[in-house]
């Protein structure tokens, strides 16, 4: 069965749905957060992270691993201690478009099917809707939405390339998936990553999911020298 439903992105998105309940689904939980939102505009970050860690702990969880490998970085890259803030949010905030994604699409113990991935490319453009919902600012809103671009041009959701991706949001791209290769749960079908095959893995990326300076950045804030290691062999 198909539905149509609009969603108020970019600023009449359709989208069409293959599954009439996810449209209800969808429906409800934008009605929810938008009132949620609405109440809660002056603090809209804190009140915004609140809201994922309870909707969706596994997703929070990552993200908080997610900011420790982005502050890192940032710092190899000489961040002063409000832009590290910043980047705090951005990687903490990157994901929060996946309170949309019902858990069961989240957490699969399989490959998603073709309309599951579908829901699931869609969560950068939640994200961004939700930082409307609750007032956040501008920039996080803008990295939220891209941080699933590509430094070749062919990512998602609008296949921007280069330096015309944020560059926290590249930053973010890296730790994120670092991270999902050697520790996150929410992959069950897919064995974990030691640490030397996550940074050979972003080695074979560089120049083409990642930009390369945030590659040799990142690698430069584990301790001793690890990530040169492995790319010296
Ligand atoms: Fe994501």
């Given at each position: 069965m198909h539905d149509e439903m609009a969603l108020e992105i970019f600023p009449a998105a359709t989208v069409r749905l293959v599954n009439l309940s996810w449209g209800n689904y969808l429906q409800k939980a934008f009605q929810h957060l938008k009132s949620l939102g609405k109440l809660q505009r002056k603090n809209g970050t804190e009140a915004l992270i609140q809201k994922f860690k309870d909707a969706r702990p596994s997703s929070f969880h990552h993200s908080v691993r997610v900011a420790r490998f982005a502050r890192s970085t940032g710092r190899a890259f000489g961040f002063d201690d409000a832009r590290l803030k910043q980047l705090s949010y951005t990687a903490v905030?990157?994901?929060?478009?996946?309170?949309?994604?019902?858990?069961?699409v989240l957490s699969l113990p399989r490959k998603p099917t073709r309309a599951e991935l579908f829901l699931l490319h869609l969560h950068p453009s939640f994200g961004a809707l939700l930082a409307s919902y609750f007032?956040?600012?501008?920039?996080?809103?803008?990295?939220?939405?891209?941080h699933h671009e590509r430094w070749d041009g062919r990512g998602y959701p609008h296949k921007l390339g280069g330096e015309d991706i944020p560059f926290m949001a590249r930053i973010v791209q890296v730790a994120d998936t670092y991270d999902a290769m050697v520790s996150d749960p929410s992959r069950p079908y897919r064995e974990p990553r030691t640490h030397d095959e996550a940074v050979r893995e972003l080695h074979r990326e560089e120049g083409k999911q990642f930009d390369p300076r945030v590659i040799e950045a990142f690698?430069?804030?584990?301790?001793?020298?690890?990530?040169?290691k492995v790319r010296e062999q």
């Open positions: 905030l990157h994901d929060v478009g996946k309170m949309f994604v019902p858990e069961r007032n956040l600012p501008p920039e996080l809103r803008v990295r939220t939405e891209h690698l430069d804030s584990f301790p001793s020298g690890l990530g040169k």
